[in-house]
């Protein structure tokens, strides 16, 4: 059965709330002796553990569809606020790069999870510049209607795709234009495209805005030359739109 009161959110601050004053109160502890120190460390360790039992417990209530969307948007934002630390542990590419695999892949099935409706208008895709022709002197920065769709890069199917379902791309070069166009248009729901290191910073970046994560694809290396699957892109438009 599917729980849509208000319980869930209240459990998930309710578990962050006894965190932050668990720590406070071990803080001032530790101020008097080594010892309440000790007990402090000992506390701190095993209040994080059963954070973490409890965020996992609800992830998976999550991802069954037992709570109700802005549960699992409350949910998706610890997720995103305790992601740092755990990364923070782990020192190489290839750990760092399965883990952002798994965070990316657990944001999507979460947001698949909120059964959001959203119009083509407050859509957004936003893609990095790397996916236009290294050699393509057109400027799409900013205005995609520059290409003229010579059919060498991703970019101008990005033009199909807003010819057919309305919904807009913006190109940006980096994370302050990514930010300056969230600013200005206000989507209420972002489709990014990148690598699975700036999907992961743009999450962490963007933890109240819903956003479904695509990985790019890179067949020269990074950054050039970079493409993307329009058919996975179209399939996560057709899910949520509305019209
Ligand atoms: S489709 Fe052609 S014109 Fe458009 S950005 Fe790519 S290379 Fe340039």
Redesign the pocket.
Known sequence: MKVKTKLPVLLIFLGMATMIVMFVVFGLLSSFSEFALLVVVFGMVVLTGFYVVFLGLMMLVALSGGISTKAILVLRYQLLMVYPLVEVFFKGEEIRLWLRNQLIEVNNQLMEKCRLKISSREMMILTPHCL??S????K?TGELN????????????L?EIEKKYGVKSVIASGGTLARKAILETRPRFIIAVACERDLTSGLLDMKKLPVWALSNERPLGPCRDTQVDIVALSQVIEKFITN
């Open positions: 236009q022709a050699d393509c002197g057109r799409v520059h290409c003229v769709v010579c059919g060498r890069c991703s970019i101008g199917d033009l």
